[in-house]
C-alpha cells in the first residue's frame, strides 16, 4: 500500500478523552473512531489488525478441529425465556422490539441459538463429538463503556460451543479449547495466562479466563510467577488425543493462577514460596466454561446414547474477545512513541521510508523493493509522500510496524538500505535483495 493513497486519518494531538494508552493510540493511528458510546467503526488500519487476529483464531480452530459458521447478531426473545435468561440477563441486555410487536435482542452470547440449531438436527451420540464456532459482532449494553475497544458495548467475539455425549467427552472439549487458546494467543505476540474463574451468568462449575498482565488491566490477580515462564512454543499436539491434551492443562493449571473472584490468599501462602507471590492487574481476552447440561435440559437437546436412552448433551462454551485482543496487544507492547506490532498481527509486515521523495534512484529502488516484497507474498506500506525524513519516520513509529526499510541517495550509492527493528531501534545497513531476504525468513513462522 502506498501512503499517499491510503487512509490513515493519524492525529497529532493526544485526545483527551481516551484513559489508557492503548486507546490513545488507537485513536492517534487512525484505527478506531467513535461512533457512539462504546461503538466504533473500525477505518482501515485497525481494520485490518481485527482481520489478522481473526484469522489466527480460524487457523487455530481448524488445527483443533472446530467447524466455523456464522449465526446472526439479532435474535428471538423466545429462545431466551426457553433457558431463562431472558429475565436473568438483566440491563446488558439491548431488547428491541420489530413492527409486529415480537420481542427481539441483539445477542450477548449464543448459547440458546446453538442450542436450538444442535436439537433441531442432532439426535445421535453417534453425530458427537461436534464443536461449532462463529466470530460475530456482540452487543452488551455496558453501564460503564470505557478504554476504547477494550470495554466497548459492540464489540466481535469469537464464541465456540462443544457438545459431548457425557462430562468425561466434555471435559477433553474444555481441554482442547485450553490447548488452542494457549497457542492462538503465542501466535499473537501475547502471554495470556489460564487463571481458574468464577462462571458467572453462563452457569456450570468449570471455568478458565485468560488473562494478559498489563497495569491498565480491569482485573485483579494472583499467581505464582513460574507459570509467567511457561512457553507453549511450536508443539505438534494431537488434538483427538484426551492424555495428551489433559497434559498441558495440567502444566498450565498446576502453578496457583486465579482472579480475585476465585482467589483464596491460604491456599496461595501455603502453595507458593513468598519469593514467587506476584499480584497483578491483568487484562481478560478469553474465557472456556464446561457447564454440562445447563442448556440442554430446560430446552430439551438430546441424543439417544449408545444403550438407547435419550440423554441431555454436555456443552462448554469458549470465547475469544476479538476486538478487545486489539486494545491488549497494544497495551502489552508500545513505547513512548506509538505501538510496537508483534509480527503475528502486524496490519503490515514493514514500512519503507523514502527519504528524499522525488529523487529519480530513491523513487526506483523503493518500487523496486515494494515489487520485490510483494512478490515475496509480503505487505508493505511505503510512505510515499512528500514529507520530511522526521515526519515520515515519528508516523511510522506510531503506527508500530515491527520493521521499517530506509531508502535514502546517500546508502543507495553503496548499495544498501537500512533495515531497523522497531522494538530494538536497531538498525542494519544491507543490499535491498538481502532487506527482503531477511523479512522473507522473519515471517516465515508467523505464516499460518
Ligand atoms: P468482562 O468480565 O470483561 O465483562 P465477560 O467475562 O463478561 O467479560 P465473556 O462472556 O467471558 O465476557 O466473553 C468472552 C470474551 O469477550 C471476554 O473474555 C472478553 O475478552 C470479551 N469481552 C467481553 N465483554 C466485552 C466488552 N464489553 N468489550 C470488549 N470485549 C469484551
Ligand atoms: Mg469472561
Known amino acids: 500500500m502506498r501512503l499517499s493513497r491510503y487512509f490513515l486519518p493519524v492525529l497529532k494531538e493526544t485526545p483527551a478523552e ?14 478506531i473512531k467513535q461512533a457512539a458510546s462504546g461503538i466504533y467503526s473500525w477505518l482501515p488500519l485497525g481494520y485490518k489488525v481485527l482481520r489478522r487476529i481473526e484469522q489466527i483464531v480460524h487457523e487455530e480452530q481448524a488445527r483443533a478441529g472446530h467447524i466455523p459458521m456464522l449465526m446472526p447478531t439479532l435474535q428471538s426473545a423466545d429462545l431466551w425465556r426457553e433457558s431463562g435468561r431472558y429475565d436473568d440477563y438483566g440491563e446488558e441486555m439491548l431488547r428491541v422490539t420489530d413492527r409486529h410487536g415480537r420481542d427481539m435482542l441483539y445477542g450477548p452470547t449464543n448459547e440458546e441459538l446453538i442450542t436450538d440449531i444442535f ?13 461449532l464456532y462463529h466470530i460475530q459482532w456482540k452487543f452488551r449494553d455496558e453501564v460503564r463503556p470505557r478504554f476504547g475497544v477494550m470495554r466497548g458495548r459492540e464489540f466481535y467475539m469469537k464464541d465456540g460451543y462443544n457438545f459431548d455425549v457425557d462430562k468425561d467427552a466434555a471435559v477433553h472439549a474444555y481441554n482442547r479449547h485450553m490447548v488452542s487458546y494457549l497457542r492462538t494467543y503465542e501466535r499473537m505476540g501475547l502471554k495470556a495466562i489460564p487463571m481458574r474463574a468464577d462462571t458467572g451468568p453462563i452457569g456450570g462449575d468449570l471455568s478458565h479466563e485468560f488473562l494478559v498482565l498489563a497495569e491498565t488491566g480491569e482485573s485483579e490477580v494472583f499467581y505464582d510467577a513460574a507459570i509467567a515462564d511457561l512457553k507453549f512454543g511450536d508443539r505438534d499436539v494431537d488434538y483427538d488425543d484426551r492424555g495428551e491434551c489433559a497434559g498441558i492443562v495440567t502444566e498450565w493449571t498446576t502453578p496457583y493462577a486465579r482472579t480475585d473472584e476465585t482467589h483464596d490468599a491460604a491456599v496461595f501462602e501455603e502453595s507458593v514460596p513468598e519469593d514467587r507471590r506476584r499480584r497483578s492487574r491483568a487484562i481478560e481476552v478469553g474465557q472456556i466454561f464446561y457447564f454440562g447440561t445447563k442448556y440442554s435440559e430446560p430446552m430439551g437437546a438430546t441424543v439417544v446414547d449408545d444403550h438407547g436412552t435419550h440423554v441431555p448433551v454436555h456443552m462448554g462454551s469458549h470465547g475469544i474477545g476479538v476486538s478487545r485482543l486489539v486494545g491488549a496487544i497494544i497495551e502489552a507492547s508500545h513505547d513512548e512513541n506509538g505501538i510496537i506490532w508483534p509480527e503475528g498481527v502486524t496490519p503490515f509486515h514493514c514500512g519503507i521510508v523514502n527519504l528524499k521523495q522525488g529523487d529519480a534512484e530513491a523513487d526506483a529502488a523503493c518500487e523496486t523493493l515494494y515489487a520485490a516484497l510483494t512478490a515475496r507474498g509480503l505487505e508493505p506500506l511505503y510512505d510515499d509522500r512528500d514529507e520530511r525524513a522526521g515526519a515520515k519516520f515519528a508516523t511510522m513509529d506510531l503506527v508500530g510496524l515491527p520493521w521499517r526499510i530506509t ?11 537500512e533495515l531497523t527493528c522497531r522494538r530494538s531501534g536497531e538498525s542494519t545497513e544491507m543490499t535491498p535483495e538481502d532487506a527482503v531476504a531477511r523479512l522473507v525468513e522473519i515471517y516465515a513462522p508467523h505464516r499460518g
Do not use: C, E, F, W
Open 18 to 31: 481516551a484513559q489508557i494508552v492503548s486507546h490513545r493510540l488507537m485513536l492517534r493511528a487512525g484505527m
Open 119 to 131: 436439537r433441531a438436527h442432532v439426535g445421535s451420540y453417534k453425530d458427537l463429538p461436534l464443536t
Open 407 to 417: 531508502v535514502g541517495p546517500r546508502g543507495l550509492k553503496n548499495g544498501v538500505v
